[in-house]
């Protein structure tokens, strides 16, 4: 009889990655797959899921956007609870840390359900930053019975935490993802209006920037776009959060080379992306994401858990502090050997094959399993 995996997602980043694994799931003749949606980004999670074709099972659909942290897990476990009783899965999938991944996994351990971690092993060892993903990343890991690390990094700290077995390297998935997005040849109207100028992907949205760092950051991004005003052209997709939508317009509404838009559908933010001459970002996604485009990217956040990318030369760590951001700007800008040996570095996350690689892993395991009860 097939396994029932479960795999449960709500985020647009988490459908962004985990949906190359359901499509390699699906494929499988092992298994039979069960999508839970919990719609924690309703808009974001639903145009994802209909680039990538996957239906899911089962929309939970219980998040609106004013409920506070501890009101959205509530309701994710409550309904998680029904759908794992009425499935039985035999092994559930989650991803990275998110509120619907800490929920679903709870639901699961508490209903003696194995889990398996997608981006696993992911530290900074500082709950507050990023809070509360550092939390969950932890809490799930310990937690879950098998481990997919993105690199090897990832699976060191899961050793050192004293994990001793199904610990597996596979890289990130979100490099499977831009298989199916990056295209050769793409119109987006912003792209139109750029003529010879220098584009600059921003995206800020980090709860632990919020009050005080993101309008650091906005104030320097706004000195380089009044200084380069021919020669750069600054994209800002903003995430639908009222607070940062409000900061966003306050601070760069006069700069007539700052484009601030709705969130980007993911063809056009990774179009845009490979098209760029660098990005800004407290992103975690876009760090995996730029290196393979080999573009360097300002990360303004204290601390990161994309290590391999900082290490690699394509990240570069600069924090929220408006000087320290306006003057690694500038010199990005200007520096084109800091250009050059940024961009020339080498993607340290994956093949774009981590789906597959996960889902050869679970068949070997499942056979091995069934060995056994023999
Ligand atoms: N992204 C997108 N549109 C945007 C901004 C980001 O499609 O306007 C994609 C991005 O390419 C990456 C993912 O969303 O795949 C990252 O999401 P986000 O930065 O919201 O979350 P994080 O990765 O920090 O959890």
């Known amino acids: 009889m097939r396994k029932k ?15 190359p694994v359901i499509l390699e799931l699906k494929k ?18 639903d145009e994802v899921l209909k680039l990538f074709q996957v239906k899911p099972d089962y929309d939970l659909d219980i998040l609106k956007n004013s409920q506070s942290l501890i009101q959205k ?9 029904k759908v794992v009783d009425c499935e039985q899965p035999d092994l559930t999938l989650v991803h990275g840390d998110t509120l619907t991944a800490y929920a679903t996994a709870l639901t699961c351990y508490f209903k003696r359900k194995a889990i398996g971690h ?32 993105p690199t090897e990094q990832a699976k060191q700290n899961l050793i050192k935490e004293g994990k001793k077995s199904n610990i597996y ?34 995206t800020l949205h980090r709860r632990e920037n919020w009050n005080g760092p993101i309008e650091s950051v906005l104030r320097a991004i706004k000195r380089i776009a009044n200084e380069y005003l021919d020669e750069v052209s600054i994209l800002y997709p903003v995430h639908k959060n009222p607070y940062i939508q409000s900061v966003a317009k306050t601070i760069l509404e006069k700069c007539e080379n700052v484009k601030i838009t ?60 408006e000087n320290v951001v306006y003057e690694n700007f500038k010199q990005i800008l200007e520096n084109q050997e800091l250009y050059k040996n940024m961009s020339k570095s080498i993607n ?6 981590s789906g597959k690689q996960i889902v050869d892993i679970l068949e070997k395991e499942i056979e091995k399993e069934e060995e056994k009860e023999i």
């Open 28 to 45: 499988s003749t092992l298994f039979k797959t069960v999508v839970v949606i919990t719609g924690q980004h309703r808009e974001m999670l």
């Open 262 to 321: 709705e969130p980007l559908d993911v063809v056009a933010c990774h179009n845009i992306m490979a098209r760029s001459y660098c990005i800004l970002t407290d992103s975690g996604g876009i760090q995996e994401e730029a290196p393979y485009f080999g573009k360097p990217v300002l990360v303004v956040r204290n601390v990161t858990e994309r290590v391999e990318g900082v290490e690699a030369g394509t990240l570069k760590l600069i924090g929220t502090d």
């Open 169 to 202: 390297v596979t890289g990130n998935t979100a490099i499977d993802a831009l298989r199916y997005t990056v295209q050769e040849k793409f119109f987006h109207p912003f792209l139109e209006d750029v003529k010879d100028r220098k584009i600059v992907l921003v």
């Open 5 to 19: 995996i479960l795999v449960a997602l709500g985020t647009r980043p988490e459908a962004i990655k985990m949906c």
């Open 118 to 149: 997608v981006e696993a092993g992911l530290r900074t060892y500082n709950l507050r930053e990023p809070f509360p993903e550092e939390f969950v990343r932890q809490s799930i890991g310990i937690v879950a019975k098998y481990h997919f690390a």
């Open 73 to 81: 897990f509530s309701e994710i476990i409550n309904g998680m609870e």
């Open 348 to 353: 340290p996350y994956g093949n774009g094959q």
